[in-house]
Every structure is written in C-alpha cells, then in structure tokens.
C-alpha cells in the first residue's frame, strides 16, 4: 500500500478523483441553498413550522431546485464510474501523462458540465461536456480491458 501511496499515477488520479468528488458533493448544499432561496420544498416536514396556508405554497417545484437537483443526478452518474473504472485504470500502470490526459480532461468536462448546467449555456456545451466526460471513462475502460482481460 504505501508503494501504491508513493506512485505518480496514483497522486495524480487521488488529485483529481477528489476534486470531482468534492464538487459532486457541493452540489447537495447548493440544492438546499436553492430550496431556501426559492422557497420549494419537496417534504412535508421541511415546511412542518410553517402555518397551513405558507406550506401548501412552499411544498412546489422550482425550475432552478430541478435543474441543480438534476446536475447533481448527473455527477452521481458519471463521477462514480470514473473513481471505480479510475481506480482500476490506476492500477495497470499507465504511462503518467495519458493518465493525466484522462483524469484532467475528465475533471475539466465535469466542472464545465456544471457550469452549462447552472447558468444555462446554449446547446450543445452541456451535451458536449457530458460526452467528453463519457467518453473518457469509457476509454479507460478499454484500456483496463485490454490489460487485464481474462476469459
């Protein structure tokens, strides 16, 4: 383990694995700070203090709480199979700079994924990022595959 703590490949994929962990992780109180804001509340005991009246109008749907709630959906989609395909791609030893390649191309896609995604950019740049984060993990996983394919 501490040899594996001590490989290039290994701190450069912590690094980034990290970072978009941390970013998928804000997404949660962003989407609180959205409900407060524009007063949407999904449960019933979110608006259990409230009078009767103020809770019928508080328990809604807000397009701006919907779409974080969806760019948070994605990230959980996308960022987990990029820590676990990441990890296994780590460990059959690629060269450090397409490591490097993958990992920032990836943490870059998914940081201008929620950026198209908060502040409405025009399509195609949400579609886009999206696509190069897919098909980043998609090419590590090819190239596991065809390290340690077994059958």
């Known amino acids: 383990m501490a040899k594996l703590m001590e490989d290039e490949v290994f701190k450069a994929f912590t690094t980034y694995a990290v970072i978009v962990v941390v970013k998928m992780l804000l997404m949660a109180p962003l989407t609180a700070f959205y409900r407060f804001t524009r007063g949407a509340f999904a449960n019933e005991e979110d608006v259990a203090r409230k009078p009767a009246e103020e809770r019928k109008k508080l328990l809604r749907n807000h397009p701006d709480v919907e779409r974080v709630r969806r760019c948070h959906q994605n990230d959980i989609e996308t960022i987990i199979p990029f820590v676990l395909v990441g990890l296994l791609y780590t460990l059959t030893g690629p060269v ?48 596991v595959l065809s390290t340690v394919l077994y059958l």
């Open 96 to 143: 450090l700079s397409a490591a490097l390649l993958h990992f920032r191309i990836f943490a870059g896609s998914r940081i201008c994924h929620t950026i198209a995604y908060l502040f409405p950019l025009p399509q195609p740049s949400r579609g886009l990022s999206w696509v190069v984060g897919l098909l980043v993990n998609f090419s590590m996983s090819y190239s």
